[in-house]
C-alpha cells in the first residue's frame, strides 16, 4: 500500500495529496497533507503513520508553524480545518467543547449569541482553536483570567499509535498538551470554561516616556486594587511614529466600568483618559510576518529591566509590546539583523531575567539562517514533566519532531 492509498483510506481520497512547496511548513518539505473530518480519522493517520514510520506535523490555520525551532522532517501534514464546530455548549454551565480545527473568530461569533465569551482575545485573528492551545497563546485578558492552560477544563487528543484519549495517568494532559506544539499529539477537541461577556468596558490609556515609568504605573495600579482585566503596554522604539502607551481595562455593569477606570485615570494622571474603544495596538503583536520575534517573560517588576538590556545591546530604542501586568511581552527586530548582534541581545535579556529571579527570552520566529546560529530556548529547555510524558506518548518522536527542543 502506497502513503496515498494509506492516508486515502483514513481520509477519504479527496481529502489527501502529494505536498508541494505551498506546504512547507517553516521551510521544512513535506511528503503529503492529509486533511480529516472526524477524531477517528485523526486517530487512523497516526496508526498508519506509526505503522509506516512516518512523522506528522499538526496543523489548524498555520499561523504559527513558523513559530519556535522547526521540524527535524515532516512527512504527514495532519491540516485539521474540517474538523470545525461546537459540539456542545451549556450555558447554564459557561462551559463548551468545541473541536480543535474551529476558527477562533467563529468560536466569539458563537458564543456572542448567548451573552457568553472564550477569554482568549489572541494576536493571531486566524488562528484555531487547536492551534492557540498548541501554542498556549493568549492576549491581554490573559491578565485576569489567565493563559489557555487555565481556561481548557479537558481535552481529546490523538496519539502516536491512533489511540484517542481524554486522560493519560501521572499527568494533567489538558494543561500539558497547551504548549506542546503538537509533540504529545493532536488536540481534536477541547473543553474549555466560558465567561459571562460584560455589560461594560472601558480602558484607560496614558502616554509614557520611559521603560521605567510603565514599570511605576504598572505597579500602581497593580496595588491599588482597582481591579483592571488587563494591563497592556506599547513602546513602538521610535518607529511608525506612535508614541508609547500604557493602557488599563476595566469590565462589568457600566457604571462600575467606568467609574474604575475614571479612578485609574486619576491615579495615573499625566493626561491619561477614558475611551470606550481601545488603542489600536491593543492585542496585536509588536511583529510583522517578515520580523524577527521574541518572547520575553518574568517578573512584572523586573520586565523592564530586559526592555533597557535589549537596547542596550542593540543600540538602538527595540520594539515591545505586550502584559506589562504579568511580566509576559513580545519584541520585534528587523529581519536583517545581524546573527552576533541578536545573539548579543538574547543573552543580555536571558542574563538580566537569570539575575533578577527567574524568566525568559524565546527566539520565538525568525529566518532559518539566524536560527540555526543562536541558541532558540536559551537555558530554560523543558521541563522534567513535559520530557517524561512526551517519552511516554511518543517514544519514536514521530509527532512534530524538533519543534521543542531536548530536555537540558
Given at each position: 500500500m502506497t502513503v496515498i492509498e494509506g492516508l486515502a483510506e483514513a481520509c477519504g481520497p479527496?481529502?489527501?495529496?502529494?505536498?508541494?512547496?505551498?506546504?512547507?511548513?517553516?521551510?521544512?518539505?513535506?511528503?503529503w497533507v492529509a486533511a480529516p473530518g472526524a477524531a477517528e480519522d485523526v486517530s487512523e493517520?497516526?496508526?498508519?503513520?506509526?505503522?509506516?514510520?512516518?512523522?506528522?506535523?499538526?496543523?489548524?490555520?498555520g499561523t504559527k508553524l513558523d513559530w519556535g525551532l522547526?521540524?527535524?522532517?515532516?512527512?504527514?501534514?495532519?491540516?485539521?480545518?474540517?474538523?470545525?464546530?461546537?459540539?456542545?455548549?451549556?450555558?447554564?454551565e459557561l462551559i463548551a467543547t468545541i473541536a480543535a480545527g474551529t476558527p477562533m473568530r467563529a468560536i466569539r461569533a458563537?458564543?456572542?449569541?448567548?451573552?457568553?465569551?472564550?477569554?482568549?482575545?489572541?494576536?493571531?485573528?486566524?488562528?484555531?482553536?487547536?492551534?492557540?492551545?498548541?501554542?498556549?497563546?493568549?492576549?491581554?485578558?490573559?491578565?485576569?483570567f489567565g493563559a489557555p492552560r487555565d481556561l481548557v477544563m479537558g481535552v481529546r487528543v490523538a496519539l502516536d499509535e491512533g489511540s484517542l484519549e481524554r486522560h493519560v495517568d501521572g499527568f494533567d494532559l489538558a494543561r500539558h498538551v497547551c504548549g506542546s506544539y503538537g509533540t504529545l499529539g493532536v488536540i481534536t477537541e477541547a473543553t474549555v470554561r466560558l465567561e459571562p461577556m460584560p455589560a461594560a468596558r472601558a480602558w484607560v490609556i496614558r502616554p509614557v516616556t520611559t521603560p521605567r515609568e510603565v514599570q511605576q504605573l504598572t505597579e500602581a495600579l497593580l496595588a491599588s486594587h482597582l481591579e483592571a482585566a488587563a494591563i497592556e503596554a506599547d513602546l513602538p522604539g521610535g518607529s511608525g511614529g506612535r508614541p508609547a502607551e500604557l493602557a488599563a481595562l476595566f469590565e462589568g455593569a457600566r457604571d462600575a466600568a467606568f467609574s474604575r477606570a475614571e479612578a485609574a485615570a486619576k491615579l495615573l494622571g499625566g493626561g491619561a483618559t477614558v475611551e470606550q474603544l481601545p488603542p489600536a495596538w491593543w492585542g496585536r503583536y509588536p511583529f510583522s510576518a517578515e520580523d524577527v520575534a521574541l518572547k520575553l517573560w518574568g517578573r512584572p517588576s523586573e520586565l523592564f529591566a530586559v526592555v533597557y538590556a535589549l537596547r542596550d545591546a542593540a543600540g538602538t530604542p527595540?520594539?515591545?509590546?505586550?502584559?506589562?501586568?504579568?511580566?509576559?511581552?513580545?519584541?520585534?527586530?528587523?529581519?536583517?539583523?545581524a546573527p552576533e548582534r541578536l545573539a548579543?541581545?538574547?543573552?543580555?535579556?536571558?542574563?538580566?531575567?537569570?539575575?533578577?529571579?527567574?524568566?525568559?527570552?524565546?527566539?520565538?520566529?525568525?529566518?532559518?539562517?539566524?536560527?540555526e546560529l543562536v541558541e532558540t530556548y536559551g537555558p530554560g529547555r523543558i521541563d522534567d514533566a513535559s520530557a517524561r510524558l512526551k517519552l511516554a506518548l511518543d517514544p519514536e518522536d514521530r509527532l512534530a519532531p524538533g519543534r521543542l527542543p531536548d530536555p537540558a
Amino acid at each position: 500500500m502506497t502513503v496515498i492509498e494509506g492516508l486515502a483510506e483514513a481520509c477519504g481520497p479527496d481529502h489527501v495529496w502529494e505536498a508541494g512547496p505551498a506546504d512547507a511548513v517553516d521551510g521544512v518539505p513535506v511528503g503529503w497533507v492529509a486533511a480529516p473530518g472526524a477524531a477517528e480519522d485523526v486517530s487512523e493517520v497516526l496508526r498508519f503513520a506509526a505503522a509506516e514510520g512516518l512523522s506528522v506535523v499538526p496543523t489548524g490555520a498555520g499561523t504559527k508553524l513558523d513559530w519556535g525551532l522547526p521540524p527535524t522532517h515532516v512527512d504527514i501534514l495532519l491540516d485539521l480545518g474540517r474538523m470545525s464546530g461546537i459540539l456542545d455548549h451549556d450555558p447554564g454551565e459557561l462551559i463548551a467543547t468545541i473541536a480543535a480545527g474551529t476558527p477562533m473568530r467563529a468560536i466569539r461569533a458563537h458564543l456572542l449569541r448567548e451573552g457568553q465569551r472564550l477569554a482568549l482575545d489572541v494576536g493571531s485573528p486566524a488562528a484555531t482553536l487547536g492551534g492557540v492551545l498548541a501554542a498556549n497563546e493568549a492576549g491581554p485578558l490573559r491578565h485576569r483570567f489567565g493563559a489557555p492552560r487555565d481556561l481548557v477544563m479537558g481535552v481529546r487528543v490523538a496519539l502516536d499509535e491512533g489511540s484517542l484519549e481524554r486522560h493519560v495517568d501521572g499527568f494533567d494532559l489538558a494543561r500539558h498538551v497547551c504548549g506542546s506544539y503538537g509533540t504529545l499529539g493532536v488536540i481534536t477537541e477541547a473543553t474549555v470554561r466560558l465567561e459571562p461577556m460584560p455589560a461594560a468596558r472601558a480602558w484607560v490609556i496614558r502616554p509614557v516616556t520611559t521603560p521605567r515609568e510603565v514599570q511605576q504605573l504598572t505597579e500602581a495600579l497593580l496595588a491599588s486594587h482597582l481591579e483592571a482585566a488587563a494591563i497592556e503596554a506599547d513602546l513602538p522604539g521610535g518607529s511608525g511614529g506612535r508614541p508609547a502607551e500604557l493602557a488599563a481595562l476595566f469590565e462589568g455593569a457600566r457604571d462600575a466600568a467606568f467609574s474604575r477606570a475614571e479612578a485609574a485615570a486619576k491615579l495615573l494622571g499625566g493626561g491619561a483618559t477614558v475611551e470606550q474603544l481601545p488603542p489600536a495596538w491593543w492585542g496585536r503583536y509588536p511583529f510583522s510576518a517578515e520580523d524577527v520575534a521574541l518572547k520575553l517573560w518574568g517578573r512584572p517588576s523586573e520586565l523592564f529591566a530586559v526592555v533597557y538590556a535589549l537596547r542596550d545591546a542593540a543600540g538602538t530604542p527595540v520594539p515591545v509590546r505586550g502584559s506589562v501586568g504579568l511580566g509576559v511581552a513580545h519584541a520585534s527586530l528587523p529581519d536583517s539583523v545581524a546573527p552576533e548582534r541578536l545573539a548579543g541581545m538574547l543573552t543580555a535579556a536571558r542574563t538580566v531575567l537569570l539575575a533578577r529571579g527567574g524568566g525568559g527570552c524565546t527566539l520565538l520566529r525568525a529566518p532559518l539562517e539566524l536560527r540555526e546560529l543562536v541558541e532558540t530556548y536559551g537555558p530554560g529547555r523543558i521541563d522534567d514533566a513535559s520530557a517524561r510524558l512526551k517519552l511516554a506518548l511518543d517514544p519514536e518522536d514521530r509527532l512534530a519532531p524538533g519543534r521543542l527542543p531536548d530536555p537540558a
